[in-house]
Each structure stands twice: as structure tokens, then as C-alpha cells.
């Protein structure tokens, strides 16, 4: 394949041309997809992709801590959030939901993706309606 041909079908960004090219050279096996990857070239592409391991999320705590209701100490104990972000937090309740965090910038977005799976918003039980007393 000539390389005006490469720019075409890859936009004009050379780095996907030179793996194209990487892969074409490496043989029909490996450009095709075919083949076990213990058949294939160790500096290939293919091979970078089978040994890359995914990045886990962080295991959910025992006990969620309600942002409606956690007081200021139990607030800090998140990661990244200060004296600055639990007050922030307090004063702006209720939050229909956790993601209100962000949505409505009381932390910053980076900060709420490291404390998500710590977190929930629990919602006050609405009474039931009835009357007392009767």
C-alpha cells in the first residue's frame, strides 16, 4: 500500500500509518488478527494489547457514608475532602443524588470520581400520611 493511499484511509496522521505499515510488514498473521498470541512478534501491537491489564475501580467500603447526614469528621475522611469541601458539602444539602456533588460544583468533578463508591445521598422517609392520634 503506498503511502498516499495510508493518508488517505488514516486522515493524515503518520503514527496510525506507521503501525499500519508495522503490522503489514509483520506478516499476514498478525495484520489479519489470526493466530495465538503466543505465535505473535513481542513488540507488536497485537501483543501490547494482550498484556495490558485494566486499572480495577476501588472496592466499595463496608459502610457508605450518607451525604445528607454525615457530620463533618465522617466527611473527611474521604479522600481529597478537606475542612474547605465537608463544609461545602453540609451547607449545600439535601442532594436528590450523590452525582448533585459535581453537577452543582460543591467538588470538583476529579474529586467526586475518587470518592463515588464511598458515597450515597439517602433520602428523608416521607411520612405516611396518615393522621396521628386518630
Known amino acids: 500500500m503506498n503511502t498516499t493511499r495510508m493518508r488517505l484511509l488514516f486522515g493524515g496522521l503518520p503514527g496510525l500509518a506507521l503501525v499500519a505499515l508495522g503490522l503489514m510488514a509483520s506478516g499476514p498473521a498478525v495484520a489479519a488478527g489470526s493466530g495465538t498470541s503466543s505465535a505473535q512478534a513481542p513488540g507488536s501491537a497485537a501483543s501490547a494489547t494482550a498484556t495490558m491489564t ?67 445521598a439517602k433520602q428523608p422517609k416521607k411520612p405516611s400520611g396518615k393522621a396521628q392520634g386518630q
Open 54 to 120: 485494566k486499572k480495577k475501580p476501588p472496592a466499595r467500603p463496608k459502610r457508605l457514608i450518607d451525604i445528607n447526614s454525615a457530620s463533618r469528621a465522617q466527611l473527611k475522611n474521604l479522600p481529597g475532602i478537606g475542612d474547605i469541601e465537608a463544609d461545602r458539602i453540609i451547607a449545600g444539602r439535601p442532594y436528590k443524588t450523590k452525582a448533585d456533588l459535581a453537577e452543582t460544583k460543591v467538588i470538583p468533578t476529579g474529586t467526586y470520581l475518587s470518592i463515588r463508591h464511598a458515597i450515597i
